[in-house]
């Protein structure tokens, strides 16, 4: 608007957007520039590349709104386009099919919102199974099964030739299942299926319809186990793919037990499995026989174990022997006696009363019980596994009489993992327990139990007395015999243990208890007193 003169009136979109050059206005003092609001504005969002409010002149369709937006998008629905249109009393929905893009004109307020395609194939057809190529393929015009199994490279060599399957997809969404005989259908060609979208092909394998079969294989080898069955597998085979034999196996038999498998039987039969024996030569190798047998699944073979075959027992001597150390027994006989000769005999300095036999003994039923009490759920399996651990314990021997009388009742037959300890002459005495101060005496040769209690300062409050005993140096047990008003306590050696036990805690009474036990008294005693007047 310039003062004295007409107004002027430039199209902007030409101007700005489509750099039009052929206007040139200078500007004067004192002249006005008004931009106008926007009369028409449209919004586009979802599936296209600038979703935005967008500013259209009066005769801009529907495709010069998605040029201006960039265009769809890699996964926009572009068949059809809804637009949300206002009028003058409320909203009312538009379809646009594609082809009327470029001559739909589009009002203020317009709205369009860009969906995506479907999650579904319009062509697709899958295979499974014995095929060289399984997957999804496309299906083409009058395609049949035929035509995709040669699609998919062939049928392999394990498929299963009486049946096929084909799962098709109803109008309401539901399966349906159809069979055909696979052999017959591909021998005759006027038995093709023809084929339709969402078709699934399942052509099995004789593998998977066959149970996993195995054969199994225990005793001397090297790694028993279970391994894969295969057709003209031999016991050979099977021992080598084990890790052969070891030295104990026994060159007399190795057993092969087969299942009975009568399936037209109609009742159980008496035999389980067939048993076949087959011997080994001194090489360990198997004869002409057993060469040609060949397994069958399930088969599980036995190599024995050789009665003759020992590995070697250790055991070990320590303390006062001319040659303490580890030595492996000669025979199943060996006793103390024998293992102190090859030791060289003891030492002058020995003492014979104290020699004890360690052994290794498995776990009681209240020892497991007492670890199974303690097991956390979490480490079960560990726990477990340690229920089935030995321990060490002290096996109360007299060498004094196995020296006197060898081999005799008191002289040991030896076992793995014995060790025979044999100390020096020993000094002291311990004292555990409920004493008032426990210590380690000196030993006196006349001194009783009560002497050397006296030097712990005493029994204590909680001490059981009755129940004390003595665990001497070969770890032999005493204990404490009561006759009457009479207590006899165990003589005690060098190097002897006493052991005072605590009486157990008694449980204080709580009120209810000791109400319910002054009702009982109290009844017993009105009953007593009912049956004197009575009587």
Request: with cysteine; hydrophobic share 40%; aromatic share 6%.
């Amino acid at each position: 608007v310039r003062q004295g003169q007409p107004v002027t009136t430039i199209d902007l979109y030409d101007f700005l957007l489509k750099g039009e050059t052929t206007l040139n206005i200078r500007l004067q003092d004192e002249d006005l520039i008004f931009i106008g609001p926007s009369k028409q504005q449209v919004t586009i969002s979802g599936e296209v590349k600038r979703p935005a409010i967008y500013e259209l002149r009066q005769n801009e369709t529907l495709a010069d709104l998605i040029g201006y937006c960039g265009g769809f998008s890699s996964m926009a629905y572009s068949r059809r386009l809804q637009v949300d249109r206002k009028t003058d009393s409320q909203r009312r929905l538009l379809s646009v099919e594609s082809d009327l893009f470029s001559s739909f004109l589009m009002h203020n307020g317009d709205m369009i919102e860009v969906g995506e395609i479907l999650e579904r194939y319009e062509n697709r057809v899958t295979i499974q199974g014995a095929v060289f190529r399984e997957g999804e393929y496309g299906l083409t015009e009058g395609m049949t099964l035929k035509d995709l199994i040669a699609k998919a490279e062939g049928l392999r060599e394990d498929a299963f030739l009486s049946r096929v399957a084909i799962y098709r997809l109803q109008e309401n969404l539901e399966t349906e299942v159809m069979e055909y005989d696979l052999q017959h259908l591909m021998e005759n060609s006027n038995l093709d299926v023809l084929l339709m979208r969402e078709d699934l092909i399942t052509i099995s394998s004789v593998l998977d319809l066959q149970q996993e079969r195995t054969v199994g294989i225990m005793g001397e080898v090297s790694n028993p186990g279970t391994f894969p069955f295969a057709r003209n597998k031999t016991l050979g085979e099977l021992i080598r793919m084990a890790g052969g034999l070891t030295d104990a196996a026994s060159l007399s038999r190795v057993e092969v037990a087969r299942r009975v498998n009568n399936k037209t039987a109609d009742r159980p039969g008496d035999q389980v499995s067939r048993i076949y024996s087959f011997p080994l030569d001194a090489t360990l190798a198997l004869g002409d026989e057993a060469s040609s047998f060949f397994l069958e699944p399930f088969d599980m073979v036995f190599v024995r174990r050789s009665p003759g075959y020992r590995e070697q027992v250790i055991v070990q001597v320590q303390g006062e022997l001319n040659f303490p150390g580890s030595y492996a027994i000669t025979s199943n006989t060996e006793r103390i006696s024998d293992l102190i000769n090859r030791a060289g005999g003891l030492t002058d300095d020995a003492y014979i009363p104290g020699a004890t036999l360690i052994r290794r003994v498995e776990l009681s039923g209240q020892e497991r019980l007492q670890r199974l009490s303690g097991i956390d759920t979490s480490e079960m399996e560990l726990d477990i596994a340690a229920l089935t651990e030995a321990r060490d314990q002290s096996v109360g021997i007299n060498l004094q009489r196995i020296l006197r009388n060898p081999h005799g009742a008191d002289d040991l037959i030896l076992e793995e993992g014995d060790i025979l300890r044999i100390p020096q002459e020993l000094q002291t005495v311990r004292l555990n327990g409920a004493l008032l101060y426990p210590v380690t005496a000196r030993y006196q040769s006349r001194m009783g139990v009560r002497g050397y209690v006296s030097q712990a300062g005493g029994f204590a409050d909680n001490a059981s007395k009755n129940n004390l005993f003595v665990v001497y140096p070969n770890g032999s047990v005493d204990r404490t015999r009561n006759f009457l008003f009479f207590r006899s306590y165990p003589s005690i050696e060098p190097g002897a243990e006493i052991i005072v036990p605590q009486k157990p805690e008694r449980q204080q009474r709580t009120i209810q208890e000791s109400l319910a036990i002054g009702s009982a008294m109290t009844s017993l005693a009105l009953v007593i007193v009912t049956l004197i007047n009575q009587l």
